[in-house]
């Protein structure tokens, strides 16, 4: 057994035992840079699970620390780009390389790592390249070394300043734009070298305060001995493309709801539904209550109407009582006086003296 694969068991054997006796084991997100099994995605697959609701606040909580480019040293002259991520206070590291293959997003959990590298003269032709995340097991970076079967030499890394955070999440929203820029796998120029200096310079130009480490094989950066003599570089407009893409996803993935927030959210709508449902209520019962009140000053209304018509029905009552009584009085002394007329009358006719 080589020697970095008795290395890279012994890391895992000693991180198993700290997983166990660990008060507090990896984040039990869906989304993990603890797991206890090296796993592999395809860079769509993974960087889209890493933004959505159930993994979005795990990814804006792990922070980026290093962004290693490295190149093989198993004479594969491969290249890729390792990050150096802390979360919750441990380290974890991920990889990301392209590959030939055409798998294109199909996940691949457990591959053979004898599968995990490709040849740059493997394939002549284009085709559809495979962009994978590697997370090793507890985050190991010889389970890495191991999985690829490799044990990559420096080429150059950036250290993200601590005032300028880089988090996973915004990661997660960088490598599919640098793998949908060229979907294409090319051995001249859509190759490993592209995609890795397409992330590391992407990071570069986003971080210009960056503390930057040149290694060894940066001479050898972006060069095949057999194949391209001549670096491989990466265009000023893919760049431009990669930058103005990134922020505006950045943008889009602050704006992911985290599960608690969307429980909170639903909790408040639920409270606030609860709230007008009560206040309909009772502005039910108001109504209900005004109405009741409104009858009955109506009912009212109609009694008092009802009192008034009466008292003036017995107005007019009485004043034609009073009317009649008068006409009557009126008739009874025309008639005294008629009667007096006529005694008197009768006494002058027959001679009787009238009483003084």
Not at 146 to 175: F, M, N, Y
Not at 322 to 346: C, D, N, V
Request: glycine share 4%; hydrophobic share 35%; with cysteine.
């Amino acid at each position: 057994m080589p020697f970095r694969h008795f290395r890279a068991q012994l890391a895992i054997v000693f991180a198993r035992i700290y997983y166990f006796m660990s008060s507090q084991p990896p984040n039990p997100s869906v989304l993990t840079l603890l797991p206890d099994s090296t796993l592999e995605d395809s860079v769509r697959t993974w960087c889209g699970n890493a933004v959505v609701a159930e993994n979005v606040g795990y990814a804006r909580h792990a922070q980026v620390q290093s962004i290693v480019h490295s190149k093989s040293n198993n004479g594969k002259n491969h290249e890729d780009i390792m990050f150096e991520v802390n979360v919750d206070g441990r380290t974890s590291w991920v990889l990301t390389d392209r590959n030939a293959g055409g798998r294109d997003g199909t996940s691949s959990h457990s591959p053979s790592p004898s599968d995990s590298r490709a040849d740059l003269t493997a394939s002549l032709s284009s085709n559809v390249a495979y962009d994978r995340v590697v997370v090793p097991a507890y985050g190991k970076r010889v389970a890495i070394n191991s999985w690829i079967d490799d044990d990559p030499v420096l080429v150059c890394s950036i250290k993200i300043p601590p005032d300028t955070p880089l988090s996973l999440a915004e990661l997660a929203g960088l490598l599919p734009l640098v793998s949908s820029r060229a979907k294409l796998y090319n051995p001249v120029s859509k190759q490993c070298y592209w995609y890795a200096r397409a992330i590391y310079e992407s990071i570069r130009k986003k971080y210009p305060a960056s503390e930057v480490t040149v290694g060894e094989a940066y001479s050898k950066r972006g060069k095949h001995a057999r194949v391209l003599p001549v670096p491989c570089h990466v265009s000023k407009e893919d760049l431009k493309f990669i930058e103005e893409s990134w922020s505006a996803r950045i943008l889009d993935i602050s704006k992911v709801e985290t599960i608690s927030q969307m429980r909170e959210n639903i909790r408040a709508a639920e409270e606030t539904a609860q709230t007008s449902k009560t206040e309909a209520a009772e502005a039910k019962t108001e109504a209900e209550e005004a109405k009741k009140n409104e009858e009955k000053a109506l009912r009212k209304a109609e009694e008092e109407m009802q009192k008034a018509e009466e008292e003036r029905r017995n107005t007019v009552t009485a004043r034609r009582n009073e009317e009649t009584a008068l006409r009557k009085a009126e008739e009874e002394t025309t008639k005294r006086l008629e009667l007096e007329e006529e005694l008197r009358h009768l006494r002058a006719q027959f001679g009787v003296p009238v009483r003084a």
